[in-house]
Each structure stands twice: as C-alpha cells, then as structure tokens.
C-alpha cells in the first residue's frame, strides 16, 4: 500500500492509531539521543600527552638524524633506547583511547542519522496528509487532519532540537579527536602500536616530564 492509501486507513481509526505509526516511526531515538547527551564523552588525557611529549623531545636530543630515519624506516635501532619503550608503552594506550575517541564519534553520528531517518518519514507522511487536504470536504475530517499536520511539525521539532545538540557534541568530540590523532601521528612507527592498557606505566602528576632510566 503507498503512504497516501496509508493516511486514509488513519483518518478512518482512532486518533490512538496516529499516535502509535508516530511511535513507531519515532522507535527509541528521541530516548537514546537523551542517554547520548548524558555521556559524558572522553576529555584529553593531559598526563599522559604531556608525558609523550617529553619523551619525544628527549629522543630528538639523545638521537641523532640518520638514527631516527633508520628507525622510522626500517624499525632498525642503532643503540637500544629504553625511552624508546617508554614511548610504545604509552604510545599504545594513547592508541586505545584515540580508538575510544573515534567509537563515540561513530556512535553519535549514527545516533544522528537514525533522527535523520525518522524525520524523513515523518516530512513523508506530513506532506500525504497535506495532499489528502486538497480532497476533504468534511470538515470534521479536515480538522483531523491538519491537527495531525500540527502534531507531526512538533514531533519534527523536537526532533531536529536533538539532532543539533548531538551535532554540536559531535563537533567537540572531532576537536578532541583531532588533538589525539596530532600527537598519535608524531610517535615514530606509530601505525605499529597496539592497543592495549598500560596505566601503571603513566608518571603520578609530580613525576610529570622528569623520566629517569
């Protein structure tokens, strides 16, 4: 049955049956985007960068050029550096939490695009009940219908609110992922790391940028 064959089995049944096909058009959007914007989403480790950070320089300080492109090239170290595996260490939890970064960004899109969708059947089934007013002489069913009209613009609002703040958190979260993935792509081999947690392997906050071998 197309949409408008549709809209007339709605205006012959109880207002209860409009609000049931919304529902369903609507499913559990509108509930998930309100647990989306509760999340509180993953804020930039500070310690741990700032940690990154000073291993980078001293690598640049303690190895010379032709070292550092031997091992950026080939994985060839001249002289064992044990900074070096300091590096990989926390270079692969910052790795597992850019990876987290980018889970959350994938997961509000498609928190958005669900909306997206749903607002889409709704415009559809707006515009056949617009079309449907062009035919009706009833007045009482005329009144049915643009009442309807008036409840699908206001599901479609509260809608398209949602989908701007997740938006908004969405851009945020590209700005944090952003940073992650600068510093992630300044640790020589970086592509190599492997996931994995090594908190016991971040300095406590007085130790910060002092590294002892």
């Known amino acids: 049955m197309d949409i408008d064959g549709y809209v007339n089995q709605i205006l012959e049944s109880p ?5 049931e096909i919304i529902d369903k058009l609507i499913g559990k959007n509108i509930q ?3 647990i989306e914007l509760l999340r509180h989403t993953t804020d930039v ?4 960068f700032e ?4 291993i980078l320089i001293d690598l640049r300080e303690e190895e010379s050029i032709l070292s550092r492109f031997f091992y950026n090239t080939f994985g ?5 550096n044990k900074r070096r595996e300091q ?3 926390l270079g692969s939890q910052l790795k597992t939490q850019h990876s987290k970064v980018k889970s959350e960004l994938f997961r509000i899109y498609r928190q958005k695009e669900r909306l997206s969708l749903s607002v889409i059947d709704l415009t559809r089934l707006k515009q056949s009940f617009s079309r449907k007013n062009i035919y009706f002489q009833n007045e009482q069913t005329l009144n049915k219908t643009n009442f309807y009209i008036v409840e ?5 609002k509260s809608i398209e609110a949602f989908v701007l703040r997740l938006e908004l958190k969405h851009n945020d979260l590209k700005e944090t992922e952003a940073i992650y993935n600068g510093l992630f792509k300044k640790i020589p081999r970086y592509h ?7 908190q016991h392997c971040l300095p406590s906050s007085h130790q910060q940028g002092n590294f002892a071998f």
């Open 51 to 54: 940690a990154i950070k000073s």
């Open 15 to 19: 207002a209860y049956i409009f609000n």
């Open 87 to 89: 590096l990989i260490l």
């Open 32 to 34: 998930n985007s309100k």
């Open 152 to 156: 699908i613009d206001e599901k479609i």
């Open 45 to 48: 480790d500070d310690t741990l």
């Open 192 to 198: 190599e790391l492997q996931e994995q947690n090594y």
């Open 76 to 80: 060839v170290e001249f002289k064992k």
